[in-house]
């Protein structure tokens, strides 16, 4: 990613975005990229966080702030050729507006995508925050390259550190439970299945046979009817009945955590610090039936500067959260949190990592800055920041162990010249010298010494000559 | 031509001694190292706990428990090097025909070990800080060879004085402690090795207060007396309290104190006579058993009913003399009235005066009645009657 201000004006910069993926088919580009809202097609995955280009969004901010059109190159991955489109959107239609289009054969072995904006930023103000992005990004995409050329002409370069790349979400069908009313409603008319049985079992995941007759013998409706003909009464008694029945909980699959290993690696190659835990919890339901993982990482010490509160990272759905950070169920969660208990003083070294996955997010507000305070989102980030927390107490005991142990040793170590040097001079002539004396008192004390300590011991005893007495 | 180096032959032979002292329990240290095991001194505990008042004996004696000092043991590790650290200035000292005083050993074992840490950071540790521990670790030395300091020929600042009709010779000198001038001498640091030549004198009277002394001296007392006059000024140091105990014991001069009347005038003639808490190892060789305390004692002051006893002082003199007791006299009091060697009848008694009547004296309160007074009746009588308590 490369942002130039514009020459002229200072406000204005162009976003230059390219990835290597696989490309866009030509017929597509200008719908996918320009069609600011696609229906849904009743299937639900999570959606945000398969790193597509975000350009949909771009090609609406750039239309609404410079009125500029946006410029697209794609060449797909079984393709020599390279397609360019340059569009915007008729805000009146919802259609993409294709201003022009190219191709050309390409020489290079180089597929993907690159669009172009012009946008208004200021870049100071927006400086850190950006920054903050791209760390926040490198943190959670161990296995991507990213590189970032900012207006100063500084480059950010995340270089890849894993190969492995996290499952992506699967598409699943919705869940019974969480499903709304308007929802249903549109369902209803559009589904193909000739029976309302049939409609309930191909629609929803978790429903078979035996509990769609349960739930419409509870909504008092036919399971032969068309669903296409089913009265205002009908769909509302159906919605409460698909609401009240107990289904097996909804399948996890649709979600995609970043996984426990993943973001171990990613907070110790970009943080450097000297402890990193991850905790990925099991799925569970908010809000009746949307399921969502929850995943928190720590990173302790090493690069990291001590503050006064832990420093918080937060992501949905693998995207980092910049703002409105002080609203958010995570800011609680980790304010809340007994730090004292878990042998954490501050001003203390801390990152805490926190993500939040789910077919559907609980937004505070419509911004999608913070995530709303939902009771089992907040119990699932209190037990996973308790579980990682554990293994840095776990940690930092071992520490001050060890070094408790390494203080003993060099202790008694740097008083070993001056003992030997006083055995010798009383009992000097008779053939004692410091050397000797020397020799045996590091041969009593490793006699004394065993394991950690007799490997310390050893460690230490070649800084021995180091020691001066003055 | 240069002189021939001047030798004392009382040194030569302390420092003969004292070497041997050492080089015979560093061996034993190192053949603790040649099989393998830490190294570890064991000395009696310095402590109340470990004090002993020894009844019989009347002496504050060190009891029988022991400290392990062990070089690697995280907690004795300091304490074992600065023991190690003393011992080899001391050897150094005696060798080179030194008198280190205490002041010198802390100065000349005063130094930094700098050490590099394993994450490669130059750290400092000094051997020690404060004098407070080299003269600790003194003390432990004196316990583990057996010797007392001044048998190791070391000095310390004493403030002991004598003057009486005597004869003694101090290093290669005769000294007549007679003619001394308005001045006295200065009891040497080490007076086990002072020789007594002869003596004329029928008691000890050792005052605690410098200027009392210096009155007494000049108003002729000692001479009138037959006494041999000594000050402590204030605590006794050990080689007044080792200079009195030799008079007494060895040439059989009883001993008689004048100190204040209050907690810490007691504790002062009770140093001299059964020894102190923190010396209690010497007390066999600095107290003075049969030392007797003179006054000022409380009967003195207010009389005694029980025996007819009348005060030294009229009611009018009280009034002006006597001090009220702060509330510190008062603690001390009472910490000295637990203690063994205060529970006879007649310290129960004088503890008991004091508690009730919250007062105290100093001697210049009874000089100040008039030198005369103090001189020629009040120390003469009381011997005489024997109105003294022991």
Same mark, same amino acid.
């Given at each position: ?58 090609? #609406? ?49 180089? +597929? ?13 103000? *927006? ?28 480059? +950010? ?79 509302? =008694? ?29 907070? =110790?190659? *970009? %943080?450097?610090?000297?402890? #990193? ?41 693998? *995207? ?13 969660? #980790? ?17 805490? %990592?926190? +993500? ?115 | ?51 002993? &008042? ?52 802390? &100065? ?8 590099? /840490? ?41 403030? $002991?004085?004598?003057? $009486? ?7 290669? /000198? ?8 308005? $001045? ?6 080490? !007076? ?32 009138? &007396? ?7 000024? $204030? ?20 001993? @008689?104190?004048?100190?204040?009347? /209050?907690? @810490? ?45 009348? !005060? @030294? ?64 009746? &009040?120390? !003469? ?10």
């Amino acid at each position: 990613m490369i942002v130039e201000t514009d020459p002229k004006d200072k406000s204005i910069c162009t976003v230059t975005v390219e990835d290597n993926g696989i490309g866009i088919p030509p017929q597509k580009m200008a719908e996918a990229l320009g069609k600011p809202l696609v229906t849904s097609k009743f299937k639900i995955k999570q959606s945000r966080g398969q790193f597509g280009l975000g350009a949909k969004a771009v090609t #609406v901010y750039a239309l609404s702030t410079t009125g500029s059109p946006v410029e697209a190159y794609s060449s797909p991955i079984d393709s020599t050729r390279m397609y360019y489109v340059k569009f915007s959107i008729d805000l009146s239609s919802n259609e993409p507006a294709i201003y022009a289009l190219g191709s050309w054969k390409l020489d290079l072995d180089w +597929h993907g995508t690159r669009i172009r904006a012009r946008i208004r930023c200021n870049w100071p103000y *927006i400086r850190s925050r950006v920054l903050k992005y791209f760390k926040m990004l490198a943190i959670v995409t161990p296995y991507a390259d990213i590189l970032f050329i900012d207006p100063d002409g500084k480059i +950010h370069h995340y270089p890849r550190i894993v190969d492995e790349m996290p499952r992506p979400p699967k598409e699943v069908k919705p869940h019974p439970a969480s499903i709304e009313k308007g929802e249903l409603q549109m369902m209803l008319k559009q589904t193909t299945a000739p029976t309302i049985k049939d409609f309930l079992i191909t629609t929803f995941q978790r429903v078979g046979e035996k509990s769609a007759m349960n739930v419409l013998r509870k909504a008092g409706i036919d399971p032969n009817k068309n669903p296409k003909q089913l009265t205002d009464e009908e769909v509302e =008694r159906l919605y409460r009945a698909l609401r009240s029945y107990r289904f097996p909980a909804p399948s996890a699959e649709a979600l995609a955590p970043i996984g426990a290993k993943l973001i171990e690696e990613g907070l =110790r190659a *970009i %943080l450097k610090p000297e402890f #990193v835990t991850a905790v990925t919890r099991k799925p569970r339901m908010h809000s009746g039936g949307h399921p969502f993982i929850v995943e928190v990482g720590i990173a302790y010490g090493g690069a990291i500067e001590p503050t006064e509160t832990p420093q918080l990272l937060r992501y949905a759905n693998r *995207i980092p959260l910049i703002y409105d950070e002080k609203s958010d169920v995570a800011w609680k969660v #980790v304010e809340e949190f007994n730090w004292q208990n878990y042998g954490v003083k501050f001003p203390a070294p801390l990152v805490v %990592l926190t +993500h939040i996955c789910s077919t559907k997010i609980p937004w505070k507000v419509g911004s999608k800055e913070a995530v709303a305070e939902k009771e089992e989102i907040k119990e699932e980030l209190h037990l996973a920041l308790q579980e990682a927390a554990r293994r840095l107490r776990r940690y930092l005991q071992e520490k001050r162990k060890e070094e408790e142990i390494r203080e003993k040793i060099s202790t008694f170590l740097r008083y070993i010249p001056e003992v030997a040097d006083s055995i010798a001079t009383i009992l000097g002539g008779n053939g004692v010298s410091v050397e000797e004396v020397q020799k045996l008192l590091i041969n009593a004390l490793r006699r004394r010494v065993q394991g950690k300590e007799l490997k310390i011991l050893e460690e230490q005893v070649k800084n021995l000559s180091k020691i001066k007495i003055e | 031509m240069s002189k021939p180096p001047f030798v004392d032959k009382v040194d030569v032979e302390a420092r003969r001694k004292a070497i041997q002292a050492f080089r015979e329990r560093f061996k034993a240290l190192l053949e603790q190292l040649q099989r393998g095991e830490n190294p570890t001194l064991i000395l009696p505990k310095r402590t109340l706990a470990n004090t002993i &008042y020894d009844e019989k004996r009347k002496l504050l004696l060190l009891g029988p428990e022991k400290l392990r000092r062990s070089l690697f043991n995280l907690h004795e590790a300091k304490k074992f090097m600065q023991t190690m650290l003393m011992a080899k200035i001391i050897y150094e000292a005696l060798v080179n025909n030194e008198y280190p005083t205490i002041r010198d050993l802390y &100065y000349r074992g005063k130094h930094t070990i700098v050490f590099v /840490d394993d994450k490669g950071r130059r750290r400092e540790e000094n051997t020690w800080d404060e004098q407070k521990e080299s003269d600790a670790v003194l003390r432990d030395i004196e316990v583990f060879t057996g010797m007392l300091r001044e048998e190791m020929l070391i000095l310390s600042k004493e403030k $002991g004085k004598v003057v $009486g009709n005597m004869r003694i010779r101090s290093g290669n /000198d005769v000294i007549d402690l007679s003619k001394m001038g308005h $001045g006295a001498w200065a009891i040497e640091p080490t !007076p086990d090795l002072i020789e007594f030549i002869d003596v004329d004198a029928d008691f000890v009277l050792v005052v605690e207060k410098d200027a009392v002394f210096q009155q007494l001296h000049r108003y002729g007392f000692w001479r009138r &007396y037959r006494a041999i006059l000594v000050t402590s000024a $204030g605590q006794p140091d050990r080689a007044t309290r080792r200079f009195v105990r030799r008079l007494n014991e060895e040439l059989g001069l009883p001993v @008689y104190v004048l100190t204040d009347a /209050d907690p @810490y005038g007691w504790y002062i003639y009770s140093v001299f006579k059964i020894g102190s808490i923190t010396l209690s190892y010497e007390s066999e060789r600095l107290a003075t058993p049969k030392a007797k305390f003179l006054g000022v004692s409380m009967t003195d002051i207010f009389g005694d009913p029980e025996t007819g006893k009348k !005060p @030294y002082l009229s009611e009018a003199e009280r009034k002006r003399f006597i001090i009220k007791a702060k509330d510190a006299d008062i603690k001390r009091a009472e910490e000295l009235y637990n203690y063994k060697w205060f529970q006879t009848r007649k310290w129960r008694k004088e503890i008991e005066i004091f508690l009730q009547k919250k007062s105290k004296l100093e001697i210049e309160a009874v000089a100040s009645k008039g030198l005369k007074f103090l001189a020629d009746k &009040y120390i !003469p009588e009381k011997i005489e009657t024997g109105d003294f308590i022991d």
